[in-house]
Protein backbone atom coordinates (compact mmCIF):
# COMPACT_ATOMS: atom_id res chain seq x y z
CA UNK A 1 0.00 0.00 0.00
CA UNK A 2 2.83 2.32 0.73
CA UNK A 3 3.83 2.17 -3.08
CA UNK A 4 0.61 3.38 -3.78
CA UNK A 5 0.11 5.94 -1.20
CA UNK A 6 3.90 7.23 -2.27
CA UNK A 7 2.78 7.11 -6.07
CA UNK A 8 -0.79 9.01 -5.63
CA UNK A 9 1.15 11.55 -3.61
CA UNK A 10 3.73 12.39 -6.52
CA UNK A 11 0.84 12.52 -9.37
CA UNK A 12 -1.87 13.96 -8.08
CA UNK A 13 0.83 16.65 -5.65
CA UNK A 14 2.53 16.84 -9.37
CA UNK A 15 -0.99 18.00 -11.22
CA UNK A 16 -2.26 20.38 -8.24
CA UNK A 17 1.32 22.29 -8.75
CA UNK A 18 0.54 22.56 -12.63
CA UNK A 19 -3.02 23.54 -11.83
CA UNK A 20 -2.07 26.43 -9.56
CA UNK A 21 0.80 27.73 -11.63
CA UNK A 22 -0.59 26.94 -15.00
CA UNK A 23 -3.94 26.31 -15.07
CA UNK A 24 -5.19 27.01 -18.65
CA UNK A 25 -1.75 24.67 -19.87
CA UNK A 26 -3.38 21.84 -17.92
CA UNK A 27 -7.01 22.68 -19.08
CA UNK A 28 -5.63 22.69 -22.93
CA UNK A 29 -3.66 19.34 -22.21
CA UNK A 30 -6.46 17.40 -21.20
CA UNK A 31 -9.50 18.76 -22.33
CA UNK A 32 -8.13 20.43 -25.89
CA UNK A 33 -8.91 24.14 -24.89
CA UNK A 34 -7.11 26.19 -22.40
CA UNK A 35 -9.81 28.36 -19.88
CA UNK A 36 -10.97 31.64 -21.25
CA UNK A 37 -12.28 33.10 -17.80
CA UNK A 38 -10.96 34.50 -14.66
CA UNK A 39 -13.76 32.37 -12.83
CA UNK A 40 -12.39 29.22 -14.54
CA UNK A 41 -8.88 29.95 -13.67
CA UNK A 42 -9.75 30.42 -9.88
CA UNK A 43 -11.89 26.54 -10.35
CA UNK A 44 -9.05 24.76 -11.68
CA UNK A 45 -6.41 26.62 -9.11
CA UNK A 46 -9.25 25.46 -6.35
CA UNK A 47 -8.91 21.82 -7.82
CA UNK A 48 -5.07 22.25 -7.70
CA UNK A 49 -5.23 23.17 -4.23
CA UNK A 50 -7.53 20.17 -3.73
CA UNK A 51 -5.33 17.50 -5.36
CA UNK A 52 -2.15 19.63 -3.21
CA UNK A 53 -4.74 18.26 0.15
CA UNK A 54 -4.89 14.73 -1.37
CA UNK A 55 -1.19 14.37 -2.15
CA UNK A 56 -0.35 15.73 1.32
CA UNK A 57 -3.09 13.05 3.12
CA UNK A 58 -1.65 10.43 0.97
CA UNK A 59 2.23 11.42 1.49
CA UNK A 60 1.46 11.47 5.35
CA UNK A 61 -0.16 8.59 5.55
CA UNK A 62 2.56 6.52 3.52
CA UNK A 63 4.07 4.90 6.61
CA UNK A 64 1.01 4.37 9.03
CA UNK A 65 0.45 0.67 10.75
CA UNK A 66 -1.55 -0.55 8.66
CA UNK A 67 -4.01 -1.64 11.71
CA UNK A 68 -7.40 -0.34 10.59
CA UNK A 69 -9.05 -2.92 8.22
CA UNK A 70 -9.75 0.06 5.23
CA UNK A 71 -7.54 3.53 5.23
CA UNK A 72 -9.66 6.06 4.41
CA UNK A 73 -6.95 7.85 2.28
CA UNK A 74 -7.12 4.98 0.29
CA UNK A 75 -11.03 5.10 0.16
CA UNK A 76 -10.52 8.66 -1.18
CA UNK A 77 -8.27 7.98 -3.90
CA UNK A 78 -10.81 4.94 -5.10
CA UNK A 79 -13.28 7.33 -5.30
CA UNK A 80 -11.30 10.36 -6.45
CA UNK A 81 -9.76 8.33 -9.41
CA UNK A 82 -13.72 6.28 -10.43
CA UNK A 83 -15.30 10.16 -10.88
CA UNK A 84 -12.17 12.13 -12.26
CA UNK A 85 -12.14 8.64 -14.91
CA UNK A 86 -15.54 9.09 -15.52
CA UNK A 87 -15.58 12.74 -16.18
CA UNK A 88 -12.30 12.95 -18.28
CA UNK A 89 -14.37 9.43 -19.84
CA UNK A 90 -17.50 12.16 -20.54
CA UNK A 91 -15.25 14.72 -21.57
CA UNK A 92 -14.06 12.95 -24.69
CA UNK A 93 -17.07 10.87 -25.68
CA UNK A 94 -20.23 13.18 -24.98
CA UNK A 95 -18.48 16.78 -25.21
CA UNK A 96 -15.72 16.17 -27.60
CA UNK A 97 -13.19 17.79 -25.33
CA UNK A 98 -10.08 15.95 -26.30
CA UNK A 99 -6.39 17.20 -25.46
CA UNK A 100 -2.89 15.66 -25.63
CA UNK A 101 -3.18 13.92 -22.46
CA UNK A 102 -7.31 13.32 -22.20
CA UNK A 103 -7.06 9.17 -23.40
CA UNK A 104 -3.78 8.60 -20.84
CA UNK A 105 -5.14 10.18 -17.73
CA UNK A 106 -8.36 8.29 -18.46
CA UNK A 107 -5.97 5.28 -18.41
CA UNK A 108 -4.09 6.30 -15.81
CA UNK A 109 -6.88 6.86 -13.71
CA UNK A 110 -8.74 3.60 -14.15
CA UNK A 111 -5.54 2.20 -12.99
CA UNK A 112 -5.01 3.75 -9.96
CA UNK A 113 -8.19 3.05 -9.26
CA UNK A 114 -7.74 -0.59 -9.99
CA UNK A 115 -4.76 -0.17 -8.08
CA UNK A 116 -6.83 0.99 -5.20
CA UNK A 117 -9.33 -1.32 -5.27
CA UNK A 118 -7.03 -3.81 -5.55
CA UNK A 119 -5.04 -2.87 -2.38
CA UNK A 120 -8.20 -2.73 -0.76
CA UNK A 121 -9.30 -6.13 -1.09
CA UNK A 122 -5.63 -7.67 -0.26
CA UNK A 123 -6.75 -6.43 3.21
CA UNK A 124 -9.77 -8.34 3.59
Do not use: Q
Amino acid sequence: MKRLLVATAALEGGTGVALLIAPSLVASLLLGTGLASPEGMMVARVGGAALLAIAASCWLDRNRNPAPPVPGVVVGALVYNAIVAGLLLYAATAANMIGMLTWPAIILHVGMFVWCAGSLRGRE
